[in-house]
């Protein structure tokens, strides 16, 4: 079980706006950057989120990141079929471990 | 942008160590900490631990008994070793250097080895 909680899975139809959890404590996202990946099937993860809130260069804004205390959250708004994919939020942790997130499975209906 | 290209043995019995290599090419070790991530099929993600180009490291407390990293600066790669492994332990195995910045106002991106399944079965 992970230590950073996220749903198993989210769905939406095409155009809609689906968000994504991430609960940890103040030892990990309460107290370090929380960054989120993506991963599409059979490829390796890919940061689309990092420090909180930034996207990388070529990162559709649609991908957006928010933090408040120890919760995280990942929206994803106009739905398209290729975001269907693995999310995972992962954070450091006071002790120093890197921490990942169960992952959560996103389904375009 | 730096490749991770990494190589190890694919299939071990029970109680045998499992041994992965990983390249460092387009970029120097020098200066970052690389990981070490699995996934068994199906499941999430898993930090196994990291290496600093000094050699430090920083294992996960849940497999820091048999796992040790190692880097070779002079061949650009760095290695894990996990021991003891069992079925348990079948999983993709990647390198990564998991992280993201703006150096300047240059986007420093993740890179990642393309994995490697290893799979433990008598």
């Known amino acids: 079980q992970s230590v950073l909680t996220q749903p198993p899975s989210v769905s939406g139809t095409p155009g809609q706006r689906v968000t994504i959890s991430c609960s940890g404590s103040?030892?990990?996202?309460?107290?370090?950057?929380v960054y989120w990946f993506q991963q599409l099937p059979g490829a390796a993860p890919k940061i689309i989120i990092y420090?909180?809130?930034q996207r990388p260069p070529g990162v559709p804004d649609r991908f957006s990141g928010s933090k408040s205390g120890t919760s995280a959250s990942l929206a994803i708004s106009g739905l398209r079929s290729d975001d269907e994919a693995d999310y995972y939020c992962?954070?450091?942790?006071?002790?120093?471990?890197?921490?990942f997130g169960g992952g959560t499975r996103v389904t375009v209906l | 942008q730096v490749q991770l290209q990494q190589w190890g043995a694919g299939l071990l019995k029970p109680s045998e160590t499992l041994s992965l290599t990983c390249g460092v090419y387009?970029?120097?070790?020098?200066?970052?900490?690389w990981s070490w991530i699995r996934q068994p099929p199906g499941k999430g993600l898993e930090w196994i631990g990291e290496?600093?180009?000094?050699?430090?490291?920083n294992y996960n407390p849940s497999l820091k008994s048999r796992v040790t990293m190692s880097v070779d600066t002079s061949k650009n790669q760095f290695s894990l070793n996990l021991t003891s492994v069992t079925a348990a332990d079948t999983a993709v195995y990647y390198c990564?250097?998991?992280?993201?910045?703006?150096?300047?106002?240059?986007?420093?991106?993740?890179?990642w080895g393309q994995g490697n399944l290893v799979t433990v079965s008598s």
């Open positions: 990564a250097r998991p992280v993201a910045y703006m150096s300047g106002n240059i986007y420093v991106p993740d890179s």
């Open positions: 387009g970029g120097a070790l020098s200066g970052y900490n």
């Open positions: 290496i600093h180009h000094s050699g430090k490291t």
């Open positions: 103040s030892s990990n996202i309460g107290n370090n950057f």
């Open positions: 420090r909180d809130n």
């Open positions: 992962a954070a450091w942790d006071d002790s120093l471990r890197r921490l």
